[in-house]
């Protein structure tokens, strides 16, 4: 596939590297609520995707079904979309990856879709490395349905409704981390300034690149008493580390103190850049991440931020040894082994 | 008692004791003598220690179905000798291990014994524990090599190609064939009155099962993906890909892989990588049976509606439910037509023989991708997992894959106002689109909830029954692309008709000689593929009364057929079989000459 | 033009925005005025700003289905603005909101403009920006209550009850109200001529949503567990049992609850947990729309071939796959019946009222444990979620369960020889026992896979057919126990029949009345539930000439009856609606007269 | 329900505090293949219930499908069992439990029906704290199917048909404590001495109470190069702590040294004691025994024995607050809120 530059732009609206202005990245628009905190991940996808200077029509954005789910349709208009069945789109999504390695998979699903009826797919995909940006958009609830609690919904916080929840909350980010996910991100819907990064960060990384986005729903979640609401996210946002993400070739400046900044090499040759790093906090010491991550929850604070990075992750294409060209791309040559070879067969059943 | 290559041998073993593979040597030395074969495995649900059957038919007039009565009952599993020994057809023939002595409650006046002192002669000639229960079974093979008059050069050639390369374990095996053959010219006089002689029936013809062939017609199809969750009776198809794909689908040099096998967590996701995959433009299958294609109803509907190729081979069992996992059956057939919540149609394929089972596997991906819909291969365990005598299976150098209605980046250059699902040919089936193809033209949204034309969601009653009925429009099309049926038996004179498909193929086949013997003239339907085609349509309209052969209790097939061809049920009468064995002639002309017995009008 | 009580209104409003409370209270009050009256809410599959509608018939003749053409539309959404226009009735009015001007392009020399200034109405009267939306809602009620000649006494009075407790806000909106009476009888004549009079014709009935009584009919039929997995258009009836038993099943002293509403992971674990449950002999239900049921196939396999009871409420949403999920449809019918792989049927009622989504839910309990299976509740998203003028929920005190044969730790004590699958009343359905009952009798192994009477794993064959064949028994015993069908019509001069269910009922009515006004006189079945029963055979038996009215594109329900009572196809004819939205009276006249005159054959 | 004591037993048989013997705890004969590692624990758990003096008819044992599933059929004859269907008895056993709390619920899985197909409702389950004792029978692969690898096993361990397995291993353990279970325990089938008093603790325990028992598949995953054969279970097994279990109102006595016992009470007043403990092992701090599990991987050790209690766990069934008399044996009486109420619900829609 030769690229194509897309024709006729505004001449005012500033270019990527390739030519693509932002109007390239964007959806069709969005039905969803007013404020709801979708869109704002939405728009920083569109940003990321601009700044990385992704062809459009390489990335393959699938989802299951939600309000979250229906945000595929409001980004990237040019990439090919697949709004799933509920709680399903991992495992269609692998067998997308699995069709044609050249292309970028973004994932989006919601915490019903993934935390409820799609665990299952969910956990097996993390155990598969499959090489995908999977973003859960994170409410605490069942946008689409009107309210209800989800697995993620914390203990004891109150619903608009008025209940009380009873039940524990899973946290996707520990759950994907003692799978093994070998990048494991929180962020806020509101905070694009933490977001664009993480998301550009995740579609670099080779593997199961996780990003759990706490995405106020404010028809159903953002009441008082809840803990998803855009209040209570900013009161309770412990920010582990800030974050640049630098793509491949780009000069490396020291902006910052040698003692806490980190940078970390992703296989393509970007860098991660942690700086305003908390008091001992390496993403890349599984342990520490993780009584961290209990810690805060015990605290009711937020870890966001990069939480864990594993930067030897095999991706599922390099663990099953899958050849370089897109098996999509076979013919004919490539797949019969021919009637000679068949002949063969036979004798050894004749 | 039957005569000349007339005869039923069952053997009763206990799973795990490796019987399976001295069993398959006595099938196929007979195969190797030219002489038509037919073995049944009949096994238990578990892996060690139940009883275990295998059952071999053995017919010069090629009827390859089972037949009811054993002629010779080779037992070797005191578990089951009771209901062995009763099983023997009066004036038959009872081998069995003589190291114990046989109580006399199981002493019947009406067989004859053949006692064989296995598990001793073995004890005196081997050492290690295994090979003393291992080379019993190969003892007993010995015995009924004289006993039947089996060809012991064939024999030694069959011991030697499964011993390949491991040479060193032909000699005692070989040893004890001869165990048990001097045993046999020692004791008995032989060989029986029922026994073989060598022919040239099998000649050009190969032997193998259908879950291996429907393998090879998915690499041969071009299957890439394949992603699956074991079951049994579909795991040995899966299996079967796996092996032949890693001779012939990766590249030596680099050891990097043409193909991707995916064990799933489950059957949801399996269709799910299947629909996925197809949908990015990849040749994907999954194989599953009744529980897994149950699972898969939610994802079926979605690609019938999102109009997604997909392939699925359901090597059906007995249900409902777990039900009898290691008995055959056909009866998924309805759920499979119309899976899935809503209005929904399958298009389904129906091997009845291992070379069908290549090509119409091979042909399932034509079809799905042609007309961008699940096309679902209805096998079973009788057909996938027992050994079946085939014409060897077929690929013509050349084939090239019909990938349907696949825009190219040129194509889409110059295409205008593209919707992916717009009728542009009026046929019901739409262009697509793989991802990545082009940079500006061609992207769309796929969903499964309502769209337009062009792949918008929309709650517009018009256009939700304008999508609707295009894809009735393409089932109809179906019909005109699905493999044909196969006519059999006397044109010209038949009095009624006969509609089958599947497994039930070679029992319908010896049934219909059986009713022609007795001036019952039928001409017969061998069904391949749902939807039904004017063909299907005009035999039904042919006959007043046609006999609907399946292998379920509740006549789904017939249920289709009525269903879609908007025939009288009068004049559908239901021929059934659903105990889990295979359906045998017996049964098919009993109940056929006793409903024409009891009615009176054949041809009104 | 429509005259007094027989007109059209529909509602345009954005959702998200309020505007259902409003709609309903102007439903309301005509119900209130005695007069017959049927809303339908046509919503998007979205929570906040898309165009929504509401529409309401009113008709004094009572018939409560829906009718296209609409006499007066209200436009609040600029959004659809240039399709709410057209679909005003030639003669007919449309009221908007005249704070802008409204363009000319929406102007038709052949409707009626009727503008009210909503917006500035409001932000004249009221300061918070959420009032002044909420508030323009009640403003165009006002307007309607003088146009349409409303009581507004009777208004003011469900204003009352709606804000009970929160009075404060009662001025307010009676004030709204008034702003918008006053600004009609200021600028345009009144009433309309086609308006409202006050009558006595729903004096006693009930205005309730189906999904509300079908809870209710959960609740006194005995459920205590509930599992369920949002989706629409079932989640409102889980929700509403929660309410209800939140009320009257929790102990007041110490908050204890007599139930237990558990959110699952999806619906295979809801009817994994309903099957759990009824195993163990509580009365569990769950509540879903297609997908779930998709979902739930192999769980319902399981349930039929172990014998388990469930009840399912199968709130039908317009398929395949995801589809219209705020469209309705009666296109589950055929996966429901015979769901999951196998041989397989199951026990359907279909409810056309809310009073019988009541008493069929209620009775649902008790069939399924009298003849343990599943038995499935097959609502759909009109019945379930709109409000229906319906006879009074009815529960006779005294009424008793009937929780089959489970045979209590005394009865056990007295039995010999129970064994969980012996068919010892001949009639299909044998004993169970509920886990804990007695001590050392009655336990037993429940399975899916296949079992012999005392519920040991078996291969056998004829074990497995006894068991298939007695599950078919039984089956045939359901057709003696379900509920039977409704006759209307003329009995006597009927020239053809009609079959139909669930929430065609209303336009079917009204279309019997309709044929018979041009001379087509027919004879109506109504079917409650599948098996059927005697009297449907009889019927079917009794014309040449059967229209089948069903709400899908497959004619689902004809399959079924063709199927299960062998009838030639040719003499049941499909009329059918699948466009998601309610069937019409006018739709079946016009299918059926057009068959009629295209045929010449009536009755041979 | 009275308890009536069974009769006519061979007097020389043991019989526990209610009379019964241990053959009123056994089951059919098993089908399993002879030296299957479930046997032993089916085994082992008669055991156990004999010496809990549990009496049969008050246990509900459920399962899924699998050579593990099968077990139910041979143990405890005199309860009621079900054999559900492939990865979805935690629903079954939701339902049922829910449908009577006065019953002992005994799950038993493989870990292919836990571990992929059932990985939702096994999360679930303990997200609800569904009040079970919950066994994987883990032998790493499918062992009715024939021995396919299994979502536990052994990332590079060698197959008996011969292939190494790519993928990571999921740790149940791990991911139950991650999930929130309250009772976390690890044996061998091999190690009855361990065993049974963990099944016993478990019974005991209110909660969800899980237990991951390894046990060898003797026809598939036995051989040399395998993770989960006898031989490299025995080799690899570090044993946390010895355990006794002292069921209620028995005398506490004090037989060994104080710094390394420790006691723990469960609600019923029952004991689990801990002696020989490891080195600053503390079963009742989340975050070391999840380091602990962590290292134990990553050296290629299986730490055996009670991993983890909480003993604050609420069951399900307290926090939905549930009334104390089974749901099923309500009757009319209890359930029918009456015509009355009836007639004043019409009335509100009048
Ligand atoms: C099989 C199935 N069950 C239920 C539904 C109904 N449903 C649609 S969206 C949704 C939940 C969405 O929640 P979440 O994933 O958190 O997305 P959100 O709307 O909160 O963004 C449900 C239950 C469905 N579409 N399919
Ligand atoms: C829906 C479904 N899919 C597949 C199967 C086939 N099947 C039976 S047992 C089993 C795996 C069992 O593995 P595990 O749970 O580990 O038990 P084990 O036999 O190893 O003890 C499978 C895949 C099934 N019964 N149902
Ligand atoms: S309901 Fe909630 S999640 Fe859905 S669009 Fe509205 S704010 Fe967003
Ligand atoms: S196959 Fe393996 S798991 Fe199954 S019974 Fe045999 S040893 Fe046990
Ligand atoms: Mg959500
Ligand atoms: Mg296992």
Redesign the pocket.
């Known amino acids: 596939m030769t690229y194509i530059r897309p024709a006729f732009h505004h001449p005012a609206l500033p270019q990527n590297e390739l030519g693509y202005t932002r109007k390239d990245y964007e959806g069709s628009i969005s039905t969803l609520c007013a404020g709801c905190g979708h869109d704002s991940i939405s728009a920083a996808i569109v940003e990321a995707c601009f700044e990385l200077n992704i062809e459009p029509h390489k990335v393959a954005k699938l989802s299951g079904i939600g309000c979250s789910s229906k945000t595929p349709a409001y980004f990237l208009n040019q990439s090919h979309g697949f709004n799933s069945v509920h709680g399903r789109m991992p495992s269609v999504a692998t067998g997308a990856y699995l069709a044609n390695t050249d292309l970028l998979y973004l994932g989006v699903s919601g915490d019903g879709d993934s935390a409820s009826i799609g665990m299952g797919q969910f956990v097996h995909a993390i155990r598969r490395s499959l090489n995908i940006t999977y973003i859960v958009m994170n409410n605490g609830c069942y946008g689409l349905t009107k309210g209800q609690d989800s697995a993620t919904a914390d203990y004891g916080y109150v619903a608009k409704a008025g209940h009380k929840n009873i039940y524990e909350a899973i946290d996707l980010c520990g759950l994907a981390i003692e799978l093994g996910a070998g990048f494991v991100a929180q962020s806020f819907s509101g905070d694009k300034k933490q977001l664009i990064p993480l998301i550009k960060a995740a579609m670099s990384y080779q593997g199961f690149a996780f990003l759990n986005v706490l995405s106020p729903c404010v028809t159903f979640n953002n009441n008082s008493g809840s803990t998803k609401s855009y209040d209570y996210i900013r009161e309770h946002n412990a920010v582990m580390s800030g974050m640049d993400f630098i793509p491949v070739k780009e000069e490396i400046t020291a902006d910052y103190q040698e003692d806490t900044v980190r940078e970390i090499e992703l296989h393509d040759g970007s860098y991660i850049r942690l700086h305003k790093l908390q008091q001992g906090w390496n993403p890349e010491d599984k342990y520490a991440v993780v009584n961290a991550l209990h810690k805060a929850r015990a605290s009711h604070e937020i870890l966001t931020g990069l939480l864990y990075i594993n930067n030897d992750q095999m991706p599922l294409h390099q663990i099953i040894r899958l050849t370089d060209t897109p098996l999509n791309k076979l013919t004919e040559q490539a797949l019969v082994p021919g009637a000679g070879i068949l002949d063969q067969i036979n004798a050894s059943f004749a | 008692m039957s005569g000349i290559n007339d005869f039923v041998i069952r053997f009763a073993n206990v799973n795990g004791t490796g019987s399976a593979s001295a069993n398959f040597l006595f099938a196929k030395t007979l195969f190797r003598m030219g002489i038509p074969v037919s073995p049944k495995n009949i096994f238990p649900s578990n892996i060690q220690g139940l009883p275990t059957w295998y059952e071999v038919r053995v017919c010069d007039k090629g009827y390859l179905g089972r037949r009811e009565g054993i002629d010779l009952m080779v037992c070797v599993n005191p578990q089951s000798l009771e209901k062995d020994v009763a099983s023997v057809k009066d004036g038959g023939y009872f081998l069995y291990d003589s190291t114990k002595p046989l109580h006399t409650e199981f002493l019947r006046s009406d067989i004859h014994y053949l006692p064989v002192p296995l598990m001793s002669l073995c004890n005196e000639n081997f050492t290690d524990a295994r090979q003393k229960q291992l080379f019993k079974n190969m003892v007993y093979v010995g015995a009924l090599a004289v006993l039947l008059n089996l060809d012991f050069e064939v024999i030694a050639q069959l011991v030697g190609e499964q011993f390949k390369g491991k040479e060193k374990l032909i000699q005692p095996n070989i040893l004890a064939l001869n165990l048990g053959a001097d045993y046999v010219r020692k004791h008995f006089d032989f060989p029986l009155s029922f026994h073989a002689e060598k022919r040239n029936l099998t000649h050009g013809k190969i032997m193998i099962d259908g879950n291996t062939a429907a393998a090879l017609g998915a690499l041969y199809g071009g299957a890439t993906v394949v992603p699956w ?4 009776p579909s795991t040995s198809l899966v299996d079967a890909f796996t092996e032949y794909a890693e001779q012939y689908r990766v590249d030596p040099e680099t050891g990097r892989k043409n193909f991707a096998v995916i064990q799933a967590e ?2 949801l996701a399996a269709m799910g990588m299947v629909i996925g995959a197809m949908w990015n433009g990849a040749r994907a299958f999954t194989a ?2 009744g ?2 294609l ?2 898969m109803n939610e994802f079926l509907g979605l690609a019938y509606f999102a109009e997604i190729p997909a392939v699925l081979i359901d090597v059906q069992r007995a249900g409902p439910s ?1 039900g009898m ?1 290691t008995r055959t059956q056909q009866s998924d057939v309805l759920l499979a037509a119309y899976a899935s919540h809503g209005d929904t149609k399958n298009v389904l394929l129906f091997p009845s023989t291992p070379d069908e089972c290549f090509e119409l596997t091979a042909t399932a991906f034509d079809l799905a991708e042609d007309l961008q819909t699940p096309v679902i291969v209805m096998s079973d365990l009788d057909l996938g997992m027992n050994d079946h005598i085939s014409e060897p299976l077929h690929w013509q150098n050349g084939r090239t894959y019909n990938r349907g209605k696949v825009l190219s980046a040129e194509e889409l250059e110059q295409t205008k106002g593209w919707g992916r699902y717009l009728d542009v040919d009026h046929d019901g089936v739409p262009y697509r689109t793989i991802p990545g193809t082009h940079p500006q033209k061609g992207s769309y949204f796929t969903r499964g909830s309502s769209h337009d034309e062009y792949s918008r969601y929309t709650e517009d009653a018009d256009t939700y029954v304008r999508i609707m009925d295009r894809l009735l429009l393409k089932f109809h099309k179906a019909a005109t692309l699905v493999p044909e049926p196969e006519f059999y038996g006397d044109d010209v004179s038949a009095e009624f008709g006969i509609i089958y498909f599947g497994t039930t193929h070679h029992a319908a086949m010896e049934a219909l000689d059986m009713l022609s013997a007795v001036d019952l003239t039928a001409y017969a339907m061998r069904l391949k593929a749902f939807p039904f085609s004017q063909k299907v349509r005009q035999f039904t309209e042919r006959f007043d009364k046609i006999y609907v052969i399946e292998q379920n209790r509740d006549a789904q097939m017939r249920t289709l057929l009525i269903n879609e061809l908007e025939i009288h049920p009068e004049r559908l009468i239901k021929v059934l079989n659903y105990d889990g064995t295979p359906i045998t002639a017996d049964l098919i002309v009993h109940k056929i000459s006793s409903d024409i017995h009891s009615s009176t009008l054949i041809r009104s």
Chains 1, 4 share one sequence.
């Open positions: 969750y074991p079951i049994t489950d059957e599953t049976s529980p897994g149950s699972l777990t996992p």
